[in-house]
């Protein structure tokens, strides 16, 4: 495979088929503090950015960890979240936990996992056969 | 109504389709009709209809598609296996197959056009009862069915749905009556019907009776809260009005509300019903003929992974 075809498919949207078929992982690096409401408090270790060094780093606050607080329903997302599961199943066990349908599920389901994604608490891989974007 | 099929009846429009075949797209009032269903990974089934006068040559439409579809090196056959009066087209697609389908409802004068994607294999029985039953809706009696996105309500006739709105587990309609020219009764005032999902994320802790009150919009107070029986269960039901200002006192005029909701165990759903008006006194009941169906069975989400 050419350097050109790799581009290409690393560039290939993924299908409907494909991200239902992905697995998310939760961040091995967090560590989850259960609330009394039966949410968390997830804590992840940060990077400290090249370019923060003094004297900008005494200007700038930076927090060796971001802090994401899930309430019990995303806690619960986030806990099926374990490599195991690909998105179908998380949704499927969602739905079938809150007596919701598979399209009322499948909508706040793929918000939240794409919003966890966005704060590093989790990643998504998809199969490379299925997929071709790992 | 055949086994396995759900009844969808959305304005001037009915169909029983497969139950997992959600609905994806409704239509707004004042805009063309069109229903579309679509199961985990494609859409399935569309429907389109609009209103017209004159009474189309849907041989001559059925001619123009097949000359636009040579032109364009489309593979199709003629559609046979449609129950009469459906005419039709069969086009191949790379990895299944679409047939598009019309007929007039000479009674009502609607044209509908009906589009049945198979990713796979062709279920032709499948697509001889979807046909079948795209029917325009009638009118049950004095009641009026909508049924729609897990709501079922049976409004009384003369009453509109006039908007629709579905957030996350959270579906809500507003009932409008009408008058002559398409216009909306503002002195009948406004029934709203909610269906909503994940009781205990709303209600955290609360009652029903309690998050009604807490639910209250701002300027409205409570007048008086009781229990009433509804179908099989009982519902909270609360009368509240709202503030009045100088112009509503000069003329007697008071915005009340009423609100009903209760708890459906077998879905896991809380029903809210309101129904807000202008009035002079502060008697508010809801209007007869106003029905409100729960208790169908939650859906088996799993079963639903390989179907149709």
């Known amino acids: 495979m050419s350097a050109k075809d790799g581009k290409a498919k690393r560039q290939a949207k993924p299908t409907v088929e ?6 998310p992982y939760a961040n091995e690096a967090m560590t989850v503090t259960p ?11 940060m990077k400290r950015p090249n370019w923060l060094v003094p004297p900008l780093s005494w200007v700038i606050p930076f927090s060796p960890h971001r802090r994401v607080k899930l309430d019990a329903v995303g806690y619960g997302v986030l806990k ?10 998380i949704i499927e066990e969602f739905a079938e936990s809150n007596k919701l349908s598979f399209r009322e599920a499948q909508l ?9 994604t966005q704060r590093g608490l989790i990643v998504i891989v998809g199969t490379e056969k299925k997929a071709g974007i790992r | 109504m055949a086994a396995g099929l759900e009844r969808t009846c959305w304005r ?16 707004q009032a004042e805009t063309p009709g069109r229903l579309t269903f679509s199961d985990r990974r494609h859409h399935r089934l569309d429907i389109k209809w609009r209103s017209i006068k004159y009474v189309p040559d849907l041989d001559l439409v059925l001619t123009r598609y097949k000359r636009r579809s040579k032109e364009d090196k489309i593979r199709y056959s003629d559609l046979s296996a449609a129950p009469s009066p459906w005419k039709g087209v069969v086009r191949k697609a790379a990895d ?8 007039f409802y000479r009674d009502c004068r609607l044209l509908t056009d009906v589009a049945i994607v198979w990713p796979g294999r062709r279920d032709v029985g499948l697509e001889k009862s979807l046909l079948d039953s795209v029917r325009p809706r009638v009118e049950d009696g004095e009641q009026l069915l909508w049924q729609a996105m897990g709501l079922s309500v049976h409004c009384p006739v003369g009453w509109d749905l006039r908007q629709s709105s579905r957030n996350v587990g959270r579906i809500q309609w507003d009932f409008h009556k009408m008058v002559a020219n398409d216009k909306i009764d503002r002195r009948a005032g406004m029934v709203r019907v909610e269906r909503i999902a994940m009781p205990d994320a709303l209600l955290t802790g609360r009652s029903v009776r309690d998050w009604l009150v807490d639910e209250l919009p701002a300027g409205f107070h409570a007048l008086r809260q009781r229990t009433v029986p509804q179908g099989r269960h009982s519902a909270d039901e609360l009368v ?7 112009a509503a006192r000069l003329t007697g005029n008071q915005q009340m509300m009423l609100d009903m909701a209760w708890l459906c165990p077998v879905e896991g759903r809380i ?13 508010i009941a809801l209007p007869e003929s106003w029905q409100v169906n729960c208790c169908k069975a939650a859906p088996v989400v799993r079963a639903s992974r390989n179907a149709g």
């Open chain 1, 108 to 116: 706040p389901v793929t918000q939240f996992l794409r919003q966890m």
């Open chain 2, 12 to 27: 001037e429009m009915q169909v029983d389709h497969p139950a997992q075949w959600e609905l994806a797209v409704a239509n």
């Open chain 2, 271 to 283: 029903y809210h019903v309101q129904f807000s008006q202008t009035r002079q006194d502060e008697e």
């Open chain 2, 96 to 103: 299944g197959t679409v047939v598009h389908a019309v007929r």
């Open chain 1, 18 to 23: 494909d991200f239902l078929g992905a697995a």
């Open chain 2, 240 to 246: 509240s009005a709202a503030k009045r200002g100088l």
């Open chain 1, 35 to 45: 609330a009394r409401d039966g949410g968390a408090l997830v804590s992840i270790p």
């Open chain 1, 80 to 89: 099926l979240c374990d490599g195991k599961r690909n998105v179908e199943t």
